[in-house]
């Protein structure tokens, strides 16, 4: 059995990727992503994945805001990002039940020989075939993060032209409010 001394990771100098999951309620107005964004790099963080879209309520938006905090408390930042003006609220969803989901497009180089195996491939991720072209196909699939990860690993072998990835977007579980 593995024994710990209590001292954690940070104290003993090692780094671990720990990213958290933010969602900041907002209002719907100019320069309110350009502030959220330019707190986060004012104190070093980097920003892994942003979504941004309007909610139920027209006037207000949802940032969904993956950030690295390797080693780092975030506590400071996401009572910072509160204070800002058109910020309604913020929730840290690292430690809360979640539905997390990306959405990723890949284009892939494929001979027309190839198109039954890729749409297998496709297939077992439950995604689709969206674009036929000369000598490409554009496929896409919906997932947390790890599968989306494993997709695009997958495709790498066909020849990847083009890749893009929305980033997280997140709801919290049940009746609880995001």
């Known amino acids: 059995m593995l024994q710990t001394s209590g001292i954690s990771d940070f104290a003993l100098g090692k780094v ?3 990213t958290h999951t933010l969602s900041a309620l907002v209002k719907n107005r100019p320069r309110v992503l350009a502030r959220v964004a330019g707190l986060f790099a004012r104190r ?6 942003l979504a941004v879209s309007t909610t139920e309520d027209p006037a ?26 058109d ?9 809360h039940a979640v539905v997390e989901r990306e959405l990723c497009m890949i284009k892939v180089r494929v001979k027309p020989s190839q198109r039954a195996e890729v749409a297998a491939l496709v297939e077992i991720f439950r995604g689709d075939i969206i674009d036929i072209g000369n000598g490409a196909l554009i496929v896409q699939s919906i997932g947390n993060s790890d599968k ?8 790498d072998d066909y020849g990847i032209v083009e890749l893009v ?4 977007v997140v709801l919290a579980r049940g009746a609880q409010k995001t």
């Open 16 to 18: 671990t990727n720990m």
């Open 44 to 49: 070093d963080f980097n920003i892994e994945s």
């Open 60 to 85: 207000i938006s949802r940032m969904t805001i993956a950030v690295d905090a390797s080693g780092t408390p975030l506590e400071q930042v996401r009572k910072q990002l509160e204070k800002l003006h």
């Open 87 to 95: 910020v309604v609220t913020v929730i840290d969803h690292t430690e």
């Open 148 to 155: 989306i990860d494993a997709f695009i690993e997958n495709f």
């Open 165 to 168: 990835r929305t980033g997280k």
